[in-house]
């Protein structure tokens, strides 16, 4: 295929539910990446960490823009490795490898699109035509909200749900959830990357009665994996960490360290080549594999890990926003029934884009930073 234009587009899509978050305006930082080929029209995601949305774009429009413009594409594959090439001094890692990430994708619905095919049939075939998710819930600092969440989780269909809570609110919340609902529904605690080992094992003894599916990014750093080994050695509760990996030797090492669920994200390990060897790598040490998304209502990355796992029925559950995506950008999703969605049946992602809805989500300029942890305040701060 023959690449005739990359161009990048930035969102704010607010999140908004019926039940009030506290994220709803930090959430709103979206960039895509169009690929226009002579023939069709590719999408892909970046994940922004941090707020920084014109770092990435930096990467994208300064360099890979430049190499990959008015080339002929044979083999996508080849050209994320160039880019890997051309960026690896930068550090193939965050920015950089989330930068490739997006662009891998938007070559990938592109070629498949020329192909007439979804993505899952270029990479095997699906296997499943419904795949299991779970509903990713933003932080509520009200217990009533989180309540109406639950609630809402629940009529929408989805049997397993993750909590992002306030830590010092977590093990109420979670007490709160289980007096209302019992076992109605599985629960997974994230707590982006907060403890040290011995605050850590604290929490999971007290965590455990309430039989979490797993809990997520218990430890600061998150990528200490002596630390992460010391404390799985010492739990029977399932530990999931992945989301701030972004190399198949990082998996290794996370693998290595004991831990039961790995979440690599599409948008993140540096394309769909090297999610695969992470799903093949997961499957040979028998570890559980749930892809990572943004909490955000963005379903570009959600789709395209949906091919992946219809081809790939190693992969557990897939992370799924818990309110509705923008049904002005994105068609063709399906609703969860019993915690499982349809695979789109489109081409390339499945799902359609709408650019004319873009306009309705006009790029705000702000400082946004997702604080995760209400134990420290910043010096200073009241
Ligand atoms: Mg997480």
């Given at each position: ?161 993750k909590l992002h809570q306030p830590p010092g609110m977590t093990i109420d919340s979670v007490r709160e959830i289980r007096k209302k609902f ?161 695979l789109p049946r489109g081409d390339g992602l499945g799902i359609q884009i709408n650019e004319n809805g873009f306009k309705g989500y006009k790029y705000h300029d702000r400082f946004r930073l997702l ?12």
């Amino acid at each position: 295929m023959k690449v005739e234009k990359l161009t990048t587009k930035q969102l704010s899509i607010p999140y908004i539910d019926e039940s009030k978050s506290d994220w709803t305006d930090q959430l709103g930082v979206q960039l895509y990446i169009k690929c226009d080929t002579d023939k069709v029209t590719g999408w892909g995601e970046t994940l922004v960490g941090g707020g920084v949305v014109n770092s990435y774009r930096s990467v994208i429009e300064n360099l890979i823009m430049k190499l990959i413009s008015g080339e002929t594409v044979q083999d996508v594959n080849v050209v994320t490795e160039k880019l890997e090439k051309s960026l690896f001094t930068a550090g193939l890692c965050g920015i950089a490898n989330s930068a490739i990430s997006g662009v891998d994708m938007a070559l990938w619905d592109a070629h498949a699109k020329e192909n007439a095919k979804p993505i899952s049939d270029m990479i095997g075939g699906a296997k499943r035509g419904r795949i299991p998710v779970h509903a990713t819930l933003p932080r509520y600092s009200s217990i009533d909200q989180l309540l109406i969440a639950v609630r809402n989780s629940i009529n929408r269909g989805f049997t397993l749900i993750k909590l992002h809570q306030p830590p010092g609110m977590t093990i109420d919340s979670v007490r709160e959830i289980r007096k209302k609902f019992g076992k109605e529904v599985g629960l997974a605690i994230d707590l982006n990357a907060l403890y040290d080992v011995a605050r850590g094992r604290e929490f999971l003894r007290n965590i455990r009665r309430y039989e979490p599916e797993w809990v997520e990014e218990p430890l600061w750093p998150p990528n200490d994996y002596d630390s992460l080994g010391l404390l799985t050695k010492n739990t029977d509760v399932p530990i999931a960490v992945g989301e701030n990996e972004y190399s198949v030797y990082g998996f290794k090492r996370i693998i290595e360290a004991g831990t039961s669920v790995i979440q690599p994200d599409i948008s993140r390990v540096g394309g769909l080549r090297h999610f695969l060897e992470i799903i093949e790598l997961a499957k040979s040490f028998k570890v559980n594999i749930a892809p990572h998304l943004g909490i955000h209502r963005s379903a570009i990355s959600f789709a395209v890990t949906l091919q992946v796992a219809a081809a790939r029925p190693e992969i557990t559950t897939v992370e799924h926003c818990l309110a509705t995506y923008p049904s002005d950008i994105f068609t063709g999703l399906g609703k969860a029934v019993n915690g499982e969605v349809d695979l789109p049946r489109g081409d390339g992602l499945g799902i359609q884009i709408n650019e004319n809805g873009f306009k309705g989500y006009k790029y705000h300029d702000r400082f946004r930073l997702l604080e995760f942890s209400d134990l420290q305040k910043p010096r200073g701060a009241a």
